[in-house]
């Protein structure tokens, strides 16, 4: 896996990672960001904590 974390200022950043495919495969890449905030269940209006589909997503 290949991966890198770019710095930004106040530490904001983001994880950018690769998996290679084997063979024929597809790689996969991640990408997810790093300033993560407090989610208060009384801030939304579903539990932030429990996994829903809606719509045919996640």
Excluded at 23 to 35: K, N, Y
Excluded at 40 to 56: C, I, M, N
Aim: charged content about 30%; some cysteine.
């Amino acid at each position: 896996m290949n991966w890198r974390a770019p710095c930004c200022r106040n530490w904001k950043g983001n994880l950018v990672a690769r998996l290679r495919g084997k063979s024929s495969g597809r790689p996969v890449l991640f990408l997810a960001h790093l300033d993560v905030v407090e989610a208060r269940r009384a801030d939304w209006t579903t539990d932030p904590f429990t996994l829903q589909e809606k719509d045919g997503y996640f």
